[in-house]
């Protein structure tokens, strides 16, 4: 029997592929960005800024001083998939492991982008999400929640 996935599965897929590339020990994040032909135009996880080493920063932090915690230095998957498309993204849709915060909620607006997909909503209700969905809503951004899809990574 052959398994075929539809396009929400492969593009999750990939979204979630991605962030196993990010150094984060608690929240890995992918994203994917897919344009109105189906064709992969930016990918991104959550990692620190370019040249930025990842052992001189403080992972771990979640808590205290803004400068001392993660939050001040990490990129999220979301702009770092912005920041890495290969054109412009009027009209594409962004696939996420986990549902964007206000911060990228406000790119992923600016950028263009029309449609959000995403499989976690772990912060749901929190007042970023709250934020994120309220400008979503107000500038006619679709998102729409997806039914997990494991992808399985065996170590060699």
């Given amino acids: 029997m052959t398994k075929i996935i539809n396009w929400d599965q492969y593009f ?8 196993y590339r990010s150094k984060d020990p608690n929240t890995q ?4 960005i897919v344009n109105k032909d189906n064709r992969i135009v930016g990918v991104g996880y959550n990692g620190l800024p370019r040249g930025c080493e990842d052992s ?3 992972w771990h932090v979640r808590k205290g001083n803004l400068y001392e915690t993660k ?18 993204l ?11 915060c206000n911060e990228c ?6 950028s ?10 772990k912060y749901d209700g929190t007042d970023s999400d709250r934020a994120a969905k309220r400008m979503l809503d107000m ?11 494991n992808i399985e990574i065996k170590d060699e």
């Avoid at 999750?12 to 962030?19: D, E, H, Q, T």
């Avoid at 990129?75 to 998939?81: D, I, K, M, R, S």
């Avoid at 009209?91 to 492991?97: E, N, T």
């Avoid at 500038?139 to 929640?145: A, T």
């Fill in 12 to 19: 999750m897929g990939v979204a979630k592929l991605s962030a």
């Fill in 29 to 32: 994040v992918g994203a994917c």
């Fill in 56 to 58: 001189r920063f403080p």
């Fill in 71 to 88: 939050y001040a230095y990490v990129v999220h998957a979301e702009l770092n998939a912005i920041l890495n498309c290969t054109q412009h």
């Fill in 90 to 100: 009027e009209g594409c849709r962004i696939y996420v492991s986990l549902f964007p």
């Fill in 105 to 110: 909620t406000k790119a992923i607006i600016q």
């Fill in 112 to 121: 263009g982008i029309r449609e959000i997909i995403y499989e976690d909503d």
């Fill in 139 to 149: 500038s006619r951004v679709s998102y729409r929640k997806v039914k997990p899809f």
